[in-house]
């Protein structure tokens, strides 16, 4: 029952994808409810799916890779819903439903859903710092979706080749400054996520706690250089893209160091 | 009940004679002594148009005479300029007209808002009835529903829109940018009068010629500086607008490059009018830095102006649909089943009333 819930949430998420092509193909691209209404119901579902999830496993649903990509893709999910709306970002929408399709398409294709037989004792701690180091990542993932709107925008005018999604897509100042408000807001949320992480009672393999620091250290990076200016906008769009994938490799890894310890 | 349109437009007559009938204060009265009952004129630079619902057919020449400005006669050539149209056509054409598909540049919208003032002046001198009610608030719902189901009012078609639109969007808002002119030529100041409508007021201006930059610089409330000086100003302006008879390139990459140092990450939006160029095209390549030639902005704003061409057949077919459904409404009112309802707050009377 739960999965089914999934297989919906991951269609809607295509159906906003759709919509987005066939718009573009169209070349009249044009803002849609039909996405926003399409990813609200994704969330929605991805809700319904998290919470069957949790009350089964008596803990947060984060407890396997299969899970965690779930937990990512509802946090990026949220994370729009909040920020796209608040910033006027409504063509987020169009940027990010590909994303969170293909974060939940791959946590269903793969045999990674190893929850059933497994269960995790109730560890506040643990399942705290579990839970706010994902959202910081959804948070990542939708600064991440943010540069790339920025340098979509940022190339149409160095090119001159304005296509109908220009007029669409916010004035670069205010990509940028969501881009680095997420980044903050991730950032954030990481560090307490990565501080809490040192009052979890079981013992965590180093490796893992020296992926998270080595993403913790390449974020910091990116916000100190855009603060002392060290690298332009452009450069502060395409390192964001950057992080995120190898966060995002990273986030496999720890995974993978911590079930094989 | 006999709707009908009589007019003339940029298509059908040149300026001059449209400046001969431009309707005058008792242009109303005189359409109603010929047995108007409703009355609606529409006047704008380039269309004349009177709207009215009669009993009877009214005479071209005697239409065309309550126009005129100067109550001379008027020739056949004049009169061949207008066109008329009845009923259906005529709330087609009115249509067209509100949507902008009938203007000099297809899809502008100014000519709705002068629509809605043709008809708020009408209406509160009771000129207008129930039927161009109607017809009014329906050719008001057909713009809303043109713009908004298509493309035919998308992107700038000049080359000063077009500047206005990647200035918005390099730098979001236009408040408090600054803004150089470099040579002072009719297009640089289309395209500064097009940013200074937008709320740009840091206006500078430079000229070989100091008595020009002067002159320009007065005109638009900025202020003139030293040509000796201009790329010093490049560190603090946010738009340059180059358009002089320079014979070489004025501005270079390593030029700008120690510019751009002292800039902090500040865009800096470039608009080269100049035919030859002003800037070499490699400055393009700095990070931070738009430079757009004329061909570009012009290339822009054609595309633009093909794209709202491409959307006309949709937009004509929206425009179908409330035709036939006018049609029908106009049926009811000549069997006299039409529902007296919709009559506007301050229009007195009903079609009834106004035909009597």
């Known amino acids: 029952m739960d999965r089914q819930l999934l297989i919906y949430a991951t269609l809607c998420y295509l159906a906003a994808i759709i919509r987005t092509v066939v718009s573009l193909r169209a070349r009249v691209f044009r803002r849609s409810r039909v996405v926003f209404l399409s990813i609200a119901l994704g969330f929605v579902l991805q809700t319904a799916f998290l919470s069957l999830r949790g009350h089964a496993l008596g803990s947060c649903p984060i407890t396997n890779l299969f899970e965690v990509l779930v937990f990512l893709a509802w946090s990026i999910a949220l994370i729009y819903m909040l920020i796209g709306t608040a910033y006027r970002l409504s063509l987020m929408g169009a940027f990010t439903a590909p994303l969170v399709f293909l974060l939940q398409i791959t946590a269903l294709v793969l045999p990674i859903d190893t929850s059933r037989a497994f269960r995790v004792s109730p560890n506040p701690w643990l399942e705290f710092h579990a839970s706010i180091s994902i959202i910081a990542y959804g948070a990542f993932a939708l600064a991440c979706v943010a540069g790339a709107m920025y340098l979509v925008q940022e190339r149409q005018l160095k090119t001159h080749q304005l296509r109908s999604i220009f007029y669409h897509l916010p004035p670069l100042p205010n990509l940028f400054s969501a881009m680095t408000r997420l980044l903050w807001f991730g950032f954030i949320l990481y560090s307490a996520g990565l501080i809490s992480g040192f009052f979890v009672s079981e013992p965590l393999p180093w490796t893992k706690i020296a992926l998270a620091i080595a993403i913790w250290v390449l974020y910091g990076a990116i916000l100190q250089s855009r603060y002392l200016r060290w690298v332009a906008p452009r450069r502060v769009a395409t390192l964001c893209m950057i992080a995120f994938a190898i966060a995002l490799s990273l986030l496999w890894s720890i995974e993978f160091v911590g079930h094989r310890a | ?356």
Request: glycine share 6%.
């Open chain 2, 1 to 356: 009940m006999n709707l009908f349109c009589f007019g003339l437009n940029h298509r059908t007559a040149p300026i001059e004679a449209r400046e001969r009938f431009v309707g005058h204060a008792q242009t109303q009265v005189l359409l109603r002594d010929l047995g108007c009952h409703e009355v609606l004129l529409l006047t704008t630079c380039n269309r004349v148009e009177i709207y009215a619902a009669a009993d009877r057919s009214i005479l071209s020449e005697h239409l065309a005479q309550s126009l005129r400005i100067d109550g001379g006669s008027s020739s056949k050539e004049d009169l061949d300029a207008f066109y008329r149209m009845e009923n259906a056509e005529c709330a087609r054409h009115l249509f067209r007209v509100a949507s902008g598909l009938d203007s000099m540049v297809v899809g502008e919208t100014e000519i709705l808002g002068q629509a809605k003032r043709a008809y708020e002046s009408a209406r509160a001198s009771g000129s207008a009835g129930p039927l161009l009610h109607r017809l009014c608030q329906r050719a008001f719902r057909v713009a809303k529903h043109v713009r908004s189901k298509t493309q035919v009012t998308r992107g700038p078609v000049s080359v000063g829109s077009v500047a206005v639109d990647l200035a918005g969007k390099i730098f979001g808002d236009l408040r408090g940018l600054k803004v150089l002119v470099l040579g002072a030529g009719e297009t640089s100041e289309k395209t500064l009068r097009a940013l200074a409508s937008r709320g740009v007021s840091d206006l500078r201006v430079s000229n070989r010629t100091p008595a020009r930059a002067e002159e320009l610089a007065n005109q638009m409330e900025g202020i003139a500086v030293p040509f000796a000086t201009w790329l010093e100003q490049c560190r603090e302006i946010d738009i340059l607008i180059s358009s002089t008879a320079a014979e070489a390139h004025l501005l270079t990459p390593p030029l700008l490059v120690p510019v751009l140092r002292d800039r902090a990450d500040r865009p800096l939006f470039i608009i080269d009018i100049a035919v030859p160029r002003d800037v070499a095209p490699e400055v393009n390549e700095l990070d931070g830095v738009y430079l757009y030639d004329i061909d570009s902005l012009q290339e822009i704003a054609s595309e633009s102006l093909e794209l709202r061409r491409q959307q006309l057949v949709a937009a004509e077919a929206i425009i179908d649909e409330h035709v036939v459904d006018f049609q029908k409404y106009l049926v009811r009112v000549d069997t006299g089943t039409r529902p007296t309802s919709d009559c506007p707050t301050g229009v007195s009377g009903t079609l009834r009333t106004s035909e009597s």
